[in-house]
């Protein structure tokens, strides 16, 4: 069961960066099906599966769910979208442990990342989106400058290590977050068709 045609991307974007407006795009253009764990753990945990119980052990303390029990619900969801031309995850892996977890996955499955996008916005350029986003949506994060900026910082912290671990394997692809939306979505599509080749 060779898989390796399979186009797996991975999309990263600070809060802010338009992120979901571009996965829409690219699950449209390239029919890909996405991957989101917080959809998953939801889901799983909905139909009570024995992986939603064990998440939910570990939520009710207020615990993170451990990697292998996040990796476990991506794996199942690909075994059941087995026909799918492949997968954009969405806010995953978020540490390079579950990176490492994803390869060896997606290594088992005879299929591996293609390419990892970067949406890159500045600091300041995000804090006056969010800002503006707070003025018309009722989300309480967005309307306080400080919360935005911890965010950035967090968002970036976490992100970094992620980043040099997919350069290294020549899978990361930066992308300036600015300007046009149509622009930005010509970029992100060079970058997987260079990655496809």
């Given at each position: 069961m060779a898989h390796t045609h399979m186009?797996?991307?991975?999309?990263?974007?600070?809060?802010?960066?338009?992120?979901?407006?571009?996965?829409?795009?690219?699950?449209?253009?390239?029919?890909l099906k996405h991957i989101s764990t917080g959809d998953l753990l939801r889901a799983e945990r909905a139909a009570e599966t024995e992986l939603g119980k064990q998440a939910n052990a570990f939520i009710c303390k207020g615990e993170l769910v451990p990697d292998d029990v996040v990796i476990g619900m991506v794996r199942n969801f690909m075994v059941n979208h087995s026909d799918s031309k492949g997968f954009i995850?969405?806010?995953?892996?978020?540490?390079?442990?579950?990176?490492?977890?994803?390869?060896?996955?997606?290594?088992?499955?005879?299929?591996?990342?293609?390419?990892?996008?970067?949406?890159?916005?500045?600091?300041?350029?995000?804090?006056?989106?969010l800002l503006l986003r707070g003025l018309s949506s009722s989300r309480i994060?967005?309307?306080d400058e400080n919360t935005i900026r911890t965010r950035f910082k967090e968002y970036q912290n976490k992100t970094l290590p992620l980043q040099d671990f997919y350069q290294i394997q020549g899978k990361y692809c930066s992308i300036q977050g600015t300007g046009d939306l149509s622009t930005i979505f010509h970029s992100l599509c060079a970058c997987v068709d260079k990655a496809r080749k």
């Open positions: 186009l797996n991307i991975v999309i990263f974007g600070p809060p802010g960066s338009g992120k979901g407006t571009q996965s829409e795009k690219l699950l449209d253009k390239f029919q995850f969405d806010g995953f892996p978020r540490t390079v442990n579950q990176a490492i977890a994803l390869d060896s996955m997606l290594d088992e499955s005879k299929t591996t990342i293609t390419c990892v996008l970067g949406l890159e916005v500045g600091e300041n350029e995000l804090v006056s989106r994060d967005d309307q």
